[in-house]
């Protein structure tokens, strides 16, 4: 396991999300999101479904907890740019704060760190809301695409 903080922030916010929907609390769930804590992250649907078949747990009971942390916002997912595309996921601790730009033709992104805006979002107050992670993604054309577009152009 990653760190038993890491697991119990997530099991909090999972419990939470369960009994604010009205679904019911499930052990499968909890031991795949303990397989979820374990894993090294980033990890692919793949990965965790190896592990959680050591565990005798089912590929469609993973890939429904999968959808079901995304939603919750205690899984981050994203496409991996890197080898084979593929969805990777990434726990999302209480301090997450991701920041991104990501290319509308290619979908490269590159990460970004703007400390101005991200002392902005947290001191700002939400009523009746406590803020745990925020990500922000700005999306836009990369270089290598726009260079592309140019020469596209040029020779037609
Ligand atoms: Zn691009």
């Keep these: ?5 890491t697991y119990k922030s997530a099991l909090e916010r999972l419990s939470g999300y369960i009994r604010a929907n009205g679904m019911r609390p ?7 999101l303990e397989q979820v804590c374990a894993l090294p992250q980033p990890f692919t649907a793949e990965q965790l479904a190896k ?15 999968l959808n079901l942390f ?4 205690i899984l ?3 496409v991996r740019q890197r080898g084979r595309a593929a969805t990777e996921y990434e726990l999302m601790t209480d ?7 990501i290319c509308q033709k290619c979908g490269r992104k590159t990460d970004f760190n703007d400390k101005a805006i991200a ?6 107050k939400y009523s009746n809301f406590n803020l745990q992670h925020f990500s922000l993604i ?19």
């Design 1 to 5: 396991m990653k760190t038993d903080k």
């Design 26 to 32: 499930s052990a499968v769930r909890r031991m795949i």
């Design 51 to 65: 592990a959680c078949a050591e565990q005798r747990i089912s590929v469609g009971s993973v890939y429904n907890a």
């Design 70 to 73: 995304v939603t919750a916002r």
């Design 76 to 78: 981050h997912a994203s």
């Design 95 to 101: 301090n997450t704060m991701r920041m991104q730009v």
């Design 119 to 124: 002392r902005l979002i947290q001191e700002r």
């Design 138 to 156: 700005v999306y836009g054309e990369c270089k290598v695409c726009r260079r592309r577009v140019a020469k596209a152009t040029l020779n037609s």
